[in-house]
Nanobody, 121 residues
């Protein structure tokens, strides 16, 4: 599975962005898809994940109620809609694919290149 993340940018606090993760590979529908982020000087952290069918989702407490993950199997794409952005959301965001339903980065075997989100105050 090859993953290509996009959609990052500079936005003011309170604004919105939608990240996309385009996947290639015939086995895409079978994978759990996750979004992680890494801020400067910090470890990579879990943001959200979605089951292969899209019927199950999870969020980190820090983004719950503000971010929404979704996937379009026909388009082989996963989205992360981010609303009410805060300066502390500033990070490089990565999409990843795993064969198990996990929030641990090491369980994800496939990673996109990351897209930078900067939220100004």
């Amino acid at each position: 599975v090859q993953l290509q993340a996009s959609g990052g940018g500079l936005v003011q606090a309170g604004g919105s962005l939608r990240l996309s993760c385009a996947a290639s590979g015939r086995t895409f529908p079978g994978y759990i898809m996750g979004w992680f982020r890494q801020a400067p000087g910090k470890e990579r952290e879990f943001v959200s994940r979605i089951s292969w069918s899209g019927g199950s989702t999870n969020y980190a407490d820090s983004v719950k109620g503000r971010f929404t993950i979704s996937r379009d199997i026909a388009k082989n794409t996963v989205y992360l809609q981010m609303n009410s952005l805060r300066p502390e959301d500033t990070a490089v965001y990565y999409c990843a694919a795993a064969s198990i339903y996990s929030t641990t980065p090491t369980e994800y075997g496939y990673w996109g290149q990351g897209t930078l989100v900067t939220v100004s105050s």
